[in-house]
């Protein structure tokens, strides 16, 4: 039973340019969740997608948008790229109905 | 404003020891308690969860006891080992697929 599946793991980008992150969520799950995790830092929960509309949204700019397709899979977009988007982004996965969520193991995007 | 204040930032324990790391929450409306553990490169992966209906839950040599007066909770991890090295986070959230709400982290390491 794969876990949640993100890729790429590690991306170079520099300033100003556009990123695009993918998940594959847990199997039987239907909510995916994108949290940036700073070095040294606890995630910081940027939205939810749910039924392939975004159900919650954290304290982040309109540059950090997503989308989540029939297959329940999920991309998160970042334009406009600054340094302070440097992070390890997760993708978390669970069911609408039900407590706990399944981490992926990040993308790590450093911005050049 | 911090939500989940964590303590302590770095823990050193001897193999063997009782590792404690407490939290503290002001949101009455949280209704789920998680604890993760993270190790270098990866996600968090889910270690153990509470529910304020209870004042303590055990699972192996994890345990979460739960003060709801106080709005505090805290993990023991008994008979510390080296592969417990690790940073630990806890969590909180409103109940089911709510956002998560993260502390900032404890870096936990186990002596031999």
């Known amino acids: 039973d794969a876990g949640v599946t993100q890729s790429p793991t590690h991306l170079i980008k520099t300033r100003g340019q556009q990123v695009t992150l993918r998940c594959s969520p847990k199997?039987?799950?239907?909510?995916v969740s994108w949290y940036q995790q700073a070095l040294g830092q606890g995630p910081q929960f940027i939205f939810q997608?749910?039924?392939?509309?975004?159900?919650q949204r954290g304290n982040f700019p309109d540059r950090f948008s997503g989308h989540q397709f029939p297959n329940y899979s999920s991309e998160l977009n970042v334009n406009a790229l600054l340094l302070g988007d440097s992070a390890l982004y997760l993708c978390a996965s669970s069911l609408v109905t039900g407590y706990g969520y399944t981490f992926g193991s990040g993308t790590r995007l450093t911005v050049v | 404003q911090q939500q989940v204040k964590q303590s302590p930032q770095s823990l050193i324990v001897q193999k063997g020891g009782i590792s404690i790391i407490n939290c503290a929450y002001e949101n009455t409306a949280f209704d789920y308690f998680p604890w993760y553990q993270q190790f270098p490169g990866k996600g968090p992966a889910l270690l153990i969860a509470?529910?304020?209906?209870?004042s303590e839950k055990k699972e192996g040599r994890f345990t979460i006891s739960f003060n709801k007066s106080a709005k505090q909770f805290s993990l023991h991890i008994m008979d510390s080992q080296p592969g417990d090295s690790a940073t630990y986070f806890c969590?909180?959230?409103?109940?089911?697929?709510?956002?998560?709400?993260f502390g900032k982290g404890t870096k936990l390491t186990v002596n031999p």
């Open positions: 997608y749910y039924e392939e509309e975004e159900r």
């Open positions: 969590a909180a959230n409103k109940g089911g697929s709510e956002k998560l709400v």
């Open positions: 199997s039987g799950h239907d909510t």
């Open positions: 509470i529910r304020p209906d209870v």
